[in-house]
């Protein structure tokens, strides 16, 4: 909690040296000053990567399924998701191996979806802004933060060398976005695969995953599934939150939850099929408001506690982030040995610690 109060000064601070009254900077039009291009010189383009391939294909660190070795090795996009009613259904969230739920301001919520198999898509989104706590999450991945526009708080986290990210509002933002006729904004802007992979291009960043990253989860090994039978039945999962009203609905004939929100199923707008995760975790987390405007701080570091779900069951464990920012967030069980997930996508909620009696699990 200490990390997320020096944060919070920090943020403070910032507002009050600009006199700024508006805390996000998310108006089309409106001028964010960031550069177009980062000094890559020290960057390793090429990152050592120890994991074996096996037929062209290896392990997918979101996953932990087999994929194209050139999906594989490649860094993810982490793609911030307007989740309004309006701006639903999205487009292409369904190929998000691994998709990030926290509030922000007014209870509503945002999704960041991490995807590494998105090369054929032409529509993601509708894009939305950025909030510091999904940049946290991204950082975790190593992937490349996409987002259009940020709140004020996020700005100089932003700015930090260490995260590469394609904003709207900057002078790449042309290049991989774009708005459509469709819907009105801001629920109308989009990216493409092509104008995401020129606008890395351009900004100079680094390809591969970073030297030394061993993924964040620890997957169950080709034909083994994680054994849950002491957990709890969990067939119905509720996070509690306010204004979209999620759900997950659990599947025995094929071992997925699937997704619900604002009264329906949630769907994919480019195939039609509703969400489905193998995997659900509830990360439980500090948190704070920052200011009248309803902005909030989420504590990414501290570490606490967790439950994972999957094939029917739940069980309770801990998490706990190494390495400070560039680091990783790992899951441990009761007993304090790495938590060993099912193959397949998972949906993260992140759940405000004095709001937990809002979960229901049944």
């Not at 394609?166 to 933002?173: A, D, Y």
């Not at 034909?223 to 599947?251: C, I, M, R, W």
Request: glycine letters at 10%; charged letters at 25%; proline letters at 3%.
């Amino acid at each position: 909690m200490k990390r997320l109060k020096i944060a919070l000064c920090m943020a403070m601070c910032a507002v009050t040296l600009f006199g700024c009254k508006k805390t996000e900077t998310g108006v089309p039009g409106e001028n964010v000053p960031q550069s177009d291009s980062q000094d890559a010189s020290e960057e390793v383009q090429t990152a050592t990567d120890d994991r074996k391939t096996e037929d062209g294909k290896v392990r997918s660190y979101l996953t932990g399924e087999w994929v194209d070795e050139a999906i594989g090795r490649r860094r993810p996009v982490a793609f911030m998701f307007n989740n309004l009613e309006p701006a639903n259904p999205m487009s292409g969230i369904s190929r998000a191996g691994v998709v990030y739920e926290a509030v922000v301001e007014g209870g509503l919520t945002r999704l960041m979806g991490v995807l590494e198999n998105y090369d054929d898509l032409d529509k993601i989104g509708s894009v939305r802004s950025c909030r510091n706590y999904f940049v946290y999450y991204a950082l975790e991945l190593d992937a490349i933060y996409v987002h259009y526009g940020q709140a004020a708080y996020a700005k100089d986290l932003l700015n930090e060398d260490y995260v590469h990210n394609l904003s709207g509002l900057s002078g790449i933002g042309n290049t991989v976005f774009y708005r459509t006729a469709d819907r009105k904004a801001p629920h109308n802007a989009y990216a493409s695969a092509e104008g995401m992979k020129e606008g890395i291009e351009k900004m100079g960043y680094r390809s591969g995953y970073r030297n030394g990253f061993d993924g964040k989860f620890s997957f169950a090994v080709d034909g083994k599934s994680v054994d849950l039978t002491h957990g709890k039945q969990a067939v119905k999962v509720s996070p509690g939150y306010l204004v979209n009203k999620p759900y997950f609905e659990y599947h025995p004939e094929d071992g997925l939850y699937y997704r619900y929100q604002y009264g329906g199923p949630q769907i994919d707008e480019l195939d039609g099929e509703q969400l489905s995760y193998k995997n659900i975790i509830l990360q439980y987390s500090e948190w704070m408001r920052l200011d009248e405007n309803d902005y909030l701080a989420f504590d990414c570091h501290s570490g606490g506690l967790i439950k994972y779900i999957t094939d029917g069951k739940v069980v309770d464990g801990t998490w706990m982030r190494f390495d400070g920012d560039v680091g990783t967030t790992k899951f441990f069980d009761p007993t304090g040995k790495e938590l060993v997930i099912n193959p397949g996508k998972t949906w993260i909620c992140i759940i405000q610690d004095t709001k937990s009696d809002a979960v229901v699990i049944e």
